[in-house]
């Protein structure tokens, strides 16, 4: 693999059973599961415009145009590096795919003047505050927490056309301050929880959001991740839903 600017190293490593191929730094931050479960999770159709911020080396953007064929899809990343990533992968995995780097809070005109069918983030999960650096300057851009949940949550309101929908995926226990920025710009929430195993709390969550929705709130019962009690033994545990989802690409549809 070609290095990263600095020389860093990268992989290359295949998602949705080998059906994606993501080229991403070997140190740093590394896309995981949580993307693949954020673009299981939308509910998209072809046609329809999709802008996904702090979209990293495009992971989530790119499953989800796989699985949808004929999206307009559009990324915002912050970090140089991973933008240039991300439009590589989109090359990779031929899908046209148009690759800002920018500051979300600080979009460039163009993209202020844009609406969405669809905006989707996997925001850093980690408060600063209460919770310690990462040492590698990328992976803490990553998941600690710079711009604050609001914002991310404000920008998205203002780039969807009415009635299009915010997916985010976020820890469990941000969950309340993530409800109370998106009950301020967007309405018909609905939050499905992600438990690891059976009878555990949920680590994930999933919440999607609709600019002018007007249905009640809805609390989904939880999707767990992995069969039997705990892990045994060698290979994943993953339950049937979930690993269609990371092996074949399938949807994570919200019940209803």
Same mark, same amino acid.
């Given at each position: 693999?070609?290095?990263?600017?600095?020389?860093?190293?990268?992989?290359?490593?295949?998602?949705?059973?080998?059906?994606?191929?993501?080229?991403?730094?070997?140190?740093?931050?590394? @896309?995981?599961?949580?993307?693949?479960?954020?673009?299981?999770?939308?509910?998209?159709?072809?046609?329809?415009?999709?802008?996904?911020?702090?979209?990293?080396?495009?992971?989530?953007?790119?499953?989800?145009?796989?699985?949808?064929?004929?999206? $307009?899809?559009?990324?915002?990343?912050?970090?140089?590096?991973?933008?240039?990533?991300?439009?590589?992968?989109?090359?990779?995995?031929?899908?046209?795919?148009?690759?800002?780097?920018?500051?979300?809070?600080?979009?460039? @005109?163009?993209?202020?003047?844009?609406?969405?069918?669809?905006?989707?983030?996997?925001?850093?999960?980690? $408060?600063?505050?209460?919770?310690?650096?990462?040492?590698?300057?990328?992976?803490?851009?990553?998941?600690?927490?710079?711009?604050?949940?609001?914002?991310?949550?404000?920008?998205?309101?203002?780039?969807?056309?009415?009635?299009?929908?915010?997916?985010?995926?976020?820890?469990?226990?941000?969950?309340?301050?993530?409800?109370?920025?998106? @009950?301020?710009?967007?309405?018909?929430?609905?939050?499905?929880?992600?438990?690891?195993?059976?009878?555990?709390?949920?680590?994930?969550?999933?919440?999607?959001?609709?600019?002018?929705?007007?249905?009640?709130?809805?609390?989904?019962?939880?999707?767990?991740?992995?069969?039997?009690?705990?892990?045994?033994? $060698?290979?994943?545990?993953?339950?049937?839903?979930?690993?269609?989802?990371?092996?074949?690409?399938?949807?994570?549809?919200?019940?209803?």
């Amino acid at each position: 693999m070609q290095p990263m600017t600095g020389g860093a190293a990268l992989t290359q490593n295949a998602y949705l059973g080998g059906r994606l191929t993501i080229r991403q730094p070997a140190r740093g931050y590394r @896309a995981g599961v949580d993307p693949v479960l954020l673009a299981a999770a939308v509910a998209a159709r072809p046609g329809q415009s999709v802008l996904e911020l702090g979209c990293g080396v495009g992971t989530a953007i790119l499953c989800l145009g796989h699985r949808v064929p004929g999206l $307009d899809l559009v990324a915002v990343e912050l970090q140089s590096d991973y933008a240039a990533l991300a439009e590589c992968n989109a090359d990779l995995n031929r899908q046209p795919m148009q690759v800002h780097c920018a500051d979300l809070a600080a979009l460039p @005109a163009d993209l202020r003047q844009r609406r969405f069918d669809h905006v989707i983030a996997n925001p850093p999960y980690f $408060d600063r505050s209460t919770s310690t650096a990462a040492t590698d300057a990328g992976r803490e851009i990553a998941m600690g927490e710079a711009t604050p949940l609001a914002t991310w949550v404000s920008v998205a309101s203002r780039r969807l056309a009415p009635g299009g929908h915010a997916t985010f995926i976020h820890r469990a226990e941000r969950l309340p301050e993530l409800l109370a920025c998106m @009950a301020a710009h967007l309405g018909a929430i609905e939050v499905l929880p992600l438990q690891p195993r059976q009878g555990r709390a949920a680590k994930l969550v999933l919440l999607r959001a609709r600019k002018g929705g007007r249905a009640a709130f809805r609390l989904h019962a939880p999707v767990t991740m992995h069969v039997g009690a705990r892990h045994e033994g $060698d290979g994943d545990s993953y339950g049937d839903r979930i690993s269609a989802v990371l092996r074949h690409g399938a949807a994570l549809e919200f019940p209803g």
